[in-house]
């Protein structure tokens, strides 16, 4: 994804975040999704990723954790992006129509279908691809045609063309420390996005309350008889 970055800005003459902005993030109306918010986004809005005790000796604020993004300043093929809920959910709507949002075409659809399609495993091109064996990160009843991306840090965001469906979860599971695996081993992003599933296919309104209990960090693994290897591999 750096060699993609590197190759995008000689073609363009702009950096990589200058070009997404100009061409896709500013047409969209895009006002959270950027390269490194510390400085123009207030603290408050800005939760905390992890405190870096071997490298940059500070808790990461708006900077972003990946090591190898932040020695290219913040801005990295592979890593940099922060964003909200609200402006993920217009930049995949537009992948999910095919390229266009708002009367605006920012992609043609051979493009979108090209990247977010099978090519290796469990892989697209940038994207994620439910796996051929076993389903960790994401609902059993996701189709076979959806895509998406997992961060690092605790994030989610996943698209089912077939259903219409997008899915995004944010956390920040590394904080205070990437010791922090809970969310993994209790599955917390496969079993919140089932449940939407469930409750669309029922036509009921999700119980969150439900599913809180249900995530218990100490009974859920057990209840389920979950193996430890299935949770070293979960997402």
Known sequence: MILLQMA???ITHQSLGQHLNDNFYKPLGLANLQYN????????RLIPTEYDAHWRKQLLKGHVHDPAAALMGGVAGNAGLFSNANDLAILFQMLLNGGEYGGRRY???ETVSHFTGRKAGHR????DKPPVNGRYIIARDASKESYGHTGFTGTCVWVDPENELIFIFLSNRIYPDADNWKINQMRIRS???QAVYEALEKGN???WKKQEELLNAQEFPQKLNISQQEIDMAG
């Open 8 to 10: 995008m800005d000689s």
């Open 124 to 127: 697209g091109l940038g994207f």
């Open 107 to 109: 992609l043609n659809p």
């Open 191 to 193: 079993r919140m996005h």
């Open 37 to 44: 918010p510390a400085s123009r986004v207030k603290g408050e």
């Open 205 to 207: 309104p999700i119980d």
